[in-house]
């Protein structure tokens, strides 16, 4: 029971790895808060329930700052502590630098970077009520180690996320608030699933098969084995890690010459 009473709010919580955060959590005695914008919100927190773990929810899009201020409110006026914030709420469209414009480069910088943003802005006030708080941002490798074609946008979102991960960490240290990010490489979620579902409508299994040849360790990681990351990053083991990047990507951003055939000669 690591986390035992401690609050934890859990962005993007209603499925991918927000939800393996909020079981994982949960497990260890978190209260665990989730924010969602989908309607399947309902669902995971009965999954939840069913399981004896306290959870709420509140379905709300986490471009609504004031909505969010609002919650956070409400949650320390309950619990008297907000000490856990992870950030998990995020898209994941594709799309060619020229074809990026507009609506899809807005969606990407409003939700993945400014809905951190505002949840940051939202939370951080009551974690400094008690001077205490650990704030976990889902980034990516994508923009912060690698990158494919059409992801500039996406790219660019998760640039500025890391960026503002260390930013936050260097301004609220003195409060014994850390500030951390997770890069996933290729998860097994929701999002991963949608996508190769549009690369390949007739067979998305194999597309998710191509991405985990790609992978060193030969598979896709899992919502859960995400959680176990955050886990770490909201416990007093990471005490003295803020403005850190853990890598979790099987080692998928380790391979230097990919593609190239060059292969060891077996014993
Ligand atoms: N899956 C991967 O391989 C992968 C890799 C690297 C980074 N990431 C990042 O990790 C995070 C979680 O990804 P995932 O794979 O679990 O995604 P997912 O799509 O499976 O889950 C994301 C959740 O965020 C919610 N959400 C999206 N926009 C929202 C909004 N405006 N307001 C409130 N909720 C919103 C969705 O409803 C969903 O429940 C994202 O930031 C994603 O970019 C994912």
């Known amino acids: 029971m690591r986390l035992k009473d401690k609050v934890a709010v859990i962005t993007g919580g209603a499925m991918g790895m927000g939800k393996g955060t909020a079981e994982v959590f949960a497990k260890e005695g978190a209260k665990v808060i989730l924010i969602d914008f989908s309607k399947d919100l309902i669902k995971t927190q009965e999954e939840l329930k069913e399981n004896d773990f306290l959870v709420e929810t509140f379905q709300v899009d986490v471009r609504d700052k004031e909505k969010l201020k609002e919650i956070y409110q409400n949650i320390f006026d309950k619990y008297g502590h907000l000490d ?5 709420a995020g898209i994941g469209t594709q799309a060619s630098f020229f074809n990026a414009d507009g609506k899809i480069l807005s969606d990407m910088m409003d939700i993945n970077f400014g809905g951190i943003w505002n949840s940051c802005q939202a939370a951080i006030p009551f974690m400094l009520k008690n001077n205490y708080g650990k704030v976990i941002n889902f980034a990516s490798v994508t923009g912060v180690m690698v990158v494919d074609p059409s992801m500039t946008a996406y790219a660019a979102s998760k640039g500025a996320i890391m960026a503002l991960t260390k930013a936050l960490a260097v301004e609220f240290a003195p409060k014994n608030i850390t500030v951390n990010a997770i890069l996933p490489g290729m998860i097994n979620t929701p999002m991963t699933q949608k996508s190769s579902k549009e690369a390949n409508p007739s067979d998305p299994q194999k597309i998710l098969d191509g991405l985990a040849k790609t992978v060193p360790m030969g598979r896709l990681g899992t919502a859960e084995e995400a959680g176990k990351v955050a ?37």
């Open 84 to 88: 856990i914030l992870v950030n998990a």
């Open 231 to 267: 886990l770490f990053l909201a416990t007093e083991d990471s005490s003295y890690v803020t403005g850190s990047a853990i890598v979790f990507d099987g080692g998928s951003t380790l391979p230097e010459s990919p593609g190239s055939g060059w292969q060891p000669e077996d014993e």
